[in-house]
């Protein structure tokens, strides 16, 4: 199964739990379908009879962002270890490394189906760690509390660079971007709750409400 952060998805969700007899996996695309993104599903069981993890990601930079220390990329789901199983042990492999990957919101579930949602900068990474099964995100926005406060401030210093002001359009944006995340999560939350169905997950993913 793929393992890479792939920038052009725009939504990835997943609930653990369904009416359909298993785990949920929906994203929508912000640009023309393209072959390979198949293969992108809940863990399933592999050859050895264990499931894989699922590794899924958006787009989400941050305009006048912090310069990483280090010179060079690497992608962290390739070098990450194969005993490296368990969501936290994910994130704290991913944490050790936060200088060198990113940026991006992305969602990762483990073969015993916990799940977390990640929200990074090019340097900060805040966490959601699931307590009812699913994980959700969007493209554009955070909503972990010290990454939404440190955006913030990264978005004003970018309008103040250029002489605008919060009645500029990329304000507007950016303000609808964080709109659109808080109902992607009352919506996974909503149709968790209900036990969700397909079609609950086909709303979800293409819902613009926001």
């Not at 994910?90 to 936060?98: D, G, M, N, S, V």
């Not at 979800?204 to 926001?210: E, G, L, N, P, S």
Request: glycine content about 8%; hydrophobic content about 35%; proline content about 4%.
């Amino acid at each position: 199964m793929g393992k890479e952060s792939r920038a052009h998805h725009c939504t990835s969700v997943f609930i653990r739990d369904s009416k359909e007899g298993g785990p949920l996996y929906g994203r929508n695309l912000d640009d023309v379908r393209r072959a390979g993104l198949e293969d992108f599903q809940p863990p399933q069981e592999g050859p050895d009879g264990r499931r894989k993890r699922l590794t899924d990601g958006v787009s989400s930079a941050v305009l006048c962002d912090e310069e990483p220390e280090e010179i060079f990329p690497v992608n962290v789901w390739d070098i990450m270890p194969a005993d490296c199983k368990k969501v936290n042990d994910q994130i704290e492999f991913l944490k050790r490394y936060a200088d060198f990957w990113g940026p991006g919101n992305g969602i990762m579930v483990d073969k015993d189906l916990n799940s977390a949602a990640y929200e990074k900068s090019n340097r900060r990474m805040g966490v959601r760690i699931s307590d009812d099964g699913t994980a959700a995100v969007t493209a554009c926005s955070y909503l972990v509390p010290e990454m939404k406060a440190f955006k913030e401030k990264c978005s004003r210093r970018s309008l103040e660079a250029r002489g605008w002001t919060e009645d500029s359009l990329d304000w507007a944006y950016w303000k609808g971007c964080d709109a659109r995340y808080d109902r992607l999560l009352k919506l996974t939350s909503e149709a968790n709750q209900r036990c969700a169905t397909l079609q609950d997950m086909a709303d979800i993913v293409t819902d613009h409400a926001a």
